[in-house]
């Protein structure tokens, strides 16, 4: 629970206001003075951020006051980015508690080694007195654009100068102007000095809590992540370790979410409330706890109600509302586990899984210490409103939708196999994935854009995606087809070049499969009883 009652040290010295030149401050980074907390978050901005930050130093806008603990440091390799410092052990080194996002992009930008490597990279145009990545044209015309790590030190800036810029004035004058305002650009900054790290995460939180804030699972870390060589100790490193049961990335915020419900805490934080606080001993078990319930949690989606992936789950909701019931029944009985999958399916059919914060803490309320099968009860009243149509081949497929979750999980009931190899497909890491956000990718068989059946479901494959697919699709058996929805009328259509009724046919057996695969998974018409175990009980009270 929370140690609200738990008081912050008073700082002895007030904080100490400095204004320091921005090349006074990369000194002090080159010296290895600088550090960053364990309790800081990673770096979040991108290159573009970073020119914005550097337009803000050349036109003269301010950039936000920085706030440093200074305190010792062990001797270490800092890195920031490509840029790499061998640092000494001091007494006296700078620990950022507020600015990380734009030391690292000024250090990144202004000391990287190489002035293309580094992903922050940068360019000022001289002729329109831009900053870009660097630019493709540069070769051509190397005298107009002036890389950033040129700009630091007046020598070599005067030096790039000359050797590029010696027959145009304008170049000149502007290269020089941007090197001067850059270097002495004056940054305020706070020194924070005490000995308890506890107190900068209090600060840290504070300075949180307004302005342009963190995710409330960052500062959540930030205040008690890391403290103990214990794993896992941050909400990403939860969402790594869930990783290992191939479900896929689970949403930082959602497993927040959890752990708050975990707590016996408000499942958001409420406005003005502030991030929550525990002590040491407490926020260790709160991640392992959240880790283990997550874990059974996605044990039952798997394994109990046939949702393979996080990213089929129609909505998220519902991974909040189980992580509670199985962290007060971590072994329920089969029955209260074959009417919470029915819950699952029927609340992500109704939209009933739609429903908003409100809406989540009325429901957590449905579950009860205590009384089981009363909470698979409660939580099957929820979604006792039967749709009056389910989610159909005429809709347009946007992966993106409940819906079009829906339909991808009816697809891979079928069991699909590839095209080639006829081996089954598995729906991990190791097929049908892109990028590195591991998303499911469904593609087209037939390309265009016009209305209809060619943006629906009837057009997309359970299938990675390859070149030459429709030829594939005409070369493949039959029984292979059919674990696709492809009957030999749509193969048929499909060999004479006829897309329209391909589709159609396609989508004639796909809305009878649906209609099915939906019906048993949802089980309407059937008793929602408890066990006979529990009437027998309720009957001898």
Do not use: C
């Not at 493709?136 to 040129?150: F, I, Y």
């Not at 145009?168 to 706070?190: H, M, V, W």
């Not at 059946?453 to 087809?481: F, G, Y």
């Amino acid at each position: 629970m929370n140690n609200n009652d738990d008081i912050p040290e008073t700082l002895e010295r007030r904080p100490e206001a400095r204004a320091f030149k921005l090349e006074d401050w990369l000194g002090e980074l080159r010296q290895g003075r600088m550090r960053i907390p364990s309790f800081q978050r990673g770096i979040k901005w991108k290159r573009e951020d970073a020119a914005k930050l550097f337009d803000s130093l050349y036109r003269g806008f301010p950039i936000g006051t920085l706030l440093f603990w200074e305190t010792r440091a062990e001797a270490g390799e800092i890195t920031f980015g490509t840029v790499r410092i061998t640092a000494p052990a001091r007494s006296d080194a700078l620990w950022v508690v507020d600015g990380q996002q734009r030391l690292v992009s000024l250090a990144r930008v202004l000391l990287a080694p190489h002035p293309d490597q580094d992903d922050f990279a940068l360019y000022f145009d001289l002729d329109q007195a831009r900053f870009l990545p660097p630019p493709p044209e540069r070769e051509a015309d190397p005298s107009r654009w002036l890389p950033m790590t040129e700009v630091l030190e007046s020598e070599r800036l005067m030096q790039w100068v000359f050797a590029h810029t010696a027959e145009n004035k304008e170049r000149r004058e502007r290269a020089f102007t941007l090197g001067r305002r850059i270097r002495e650009y004056d940054i305020p900054a706070y020194l924070v000095r005490t000995e308890r790290e506890e107190t900068l995460r209090e600060v840290f939180g504070r300075i949180n809590s307004t302005g342009k804030k963190l995710l409330q699972s960052e500062v959540f870390d930030a205040l008690h992540g890391a403290r103990s060589p214990s794993r896992p100790a941050t909400i990403p490193q939860i969402a790594a370790e869930l990783e290992e049961l191939d479900f896929g990335r689970v949403d930082d915020k959602l497993l927040y979410r959890l752990l708050r419900v975990l707590q016996g805490e408000d499942v958001s934080e409420r406005v003005g409330a502030g991030p929550m606080r525990l002590s040491e001993a407490a926020a260790e078990q709160a991640y392992r706890q959240t880790t283990e319930t997550a874990k059974r949690v996605i044990q039952f989606l798997m394994q109990g109600a046939g949702i393979p992936r996080y990213d089929l789950l129609p909505y998220k909701q519902p991974f909040v509302l189980l992580g509670k019931f199985f962290h007060f029944y971590p072994s329920p009985q089969p029955r209260s586990r074959e009417l919470l999958a029915r819950w699952v399916w029927r609340g992500a059919l109704n939209g009933a899984h739609r429903g908003d914060t409100v809406s989540t803490r009325s429901n957590l309320e449905r579950i009860l210490t205590g009384g089981e099968e009363t909470s698979v009860q409660r939580l099957l009243e929820m979604v006792e409103h039967r749709p009056d149509a389910l989610p159909d081949v005429d809709r347009p497929f946007k992966f993106s939708f409940a819906a079009s979750k829906l339909q991808a999980l009816a697809l891979m009931a079928l069991g699909p196999r590839d095209l080639e190899s006829g081996e089954q497909i598995y729906l991990g890491n190791g097929w049908g994935l892109v990028g590195e956000d591991l998303h499911i990718s469904l593609p087209a068989v037939i390309s265009g854009s016009r209305p209809g059946l060619e943006q629906s479901v009837a057009n997309r494959l359970m299938h990675p995606p390859r070149a030459k697919l429709r030829r594939m699709l005409e070369q493949a058996n039959l029984d292979i087809l059919a674990t696709h929805g492809i009957t030999q009328d749509a193969l048929e259509a499909l060999l004479a070049k006829n897309s329209a009724s391909f589709l159609n046919q396609r989508a004639a057996f796909l809305h009878n499969h649906f209609q099915r695969f939906f019906a048993r998974h949802a089980r309407w018409d059937e008793s929602d009883r408890p066990s006979l175990q529990s009437l027998l009980i309720e009957e001898e009270g």
